[in-house]
């Protein structure tokens, strides 16, 4: 089993930024791709982005594409969100996930049926 904790979530005003944490803890030498996804209400959850937990393949969905960027520390456990430029449409609740399944490095990712674990989420509120 994996367990992931997020945090950094908060308001912020449209043109800021923000640093979502995720930090994961018990089976991690299993872990091949993390990834960070967004659910606003009403909407399905969506991609934003994901890295290989030991590599630097990344992918990232196109709304968030030159905005914000994934990165993960292996020694600390943690993967990390940078969101700049931020816009009310980034207002959602960002879950931190995490899979354990092999594949091609790509598109595969960027689905929640890659991932078997989903920390709690922390909201994130952008206004105008």
């Known amino acids: 089993q994996v367990r992931l904790v997020e945090a950094g979530g908060g308001l912020v005003q449209a043109g800021g930024s923000l640093r979502l944490s995720c930090a994961a803890s018990?089976?991690?030498?299993?872990?091949?791709?993390m990834g960070w996804f967004r659910q606003a209400p009403g909407k399905e959850r969506e991609f934003a982005a994901a890295?290989?937990?030991?590599?630097?393949?990344?992918v990232a969905a196109d709304s968030v594409k030159g905005r914000f960027t994934i990165s993960r520390d292996n020694v600390k456990n943690m993967v990390y969100l940078q969101m700049n430029s931020l816009k009310p449409e980034d207002t959602a609740v960002y879950f931190c996930?995490?899979?354990?399944?092999?594949?091609?490095?790509?598109?595969?990712?960027?689905?929640?049926?890659?991932?078997?674990?989903w920390g709690q989420g922390t909201q994130v509120t952008v206004s105008s």
């Open positions: 890295i290989r937990w030991s590599g630097d393949n990344t």
């Open positions: 018990g089976r991690t030498s299993s872990l091949y791709a």
């Open positions: 996930a995490a899979s354990s399944l092999q594949r091609n490095w790509g598109g595969f990712y960027a689905t929640t049926q890659a991932y078997a674990y």
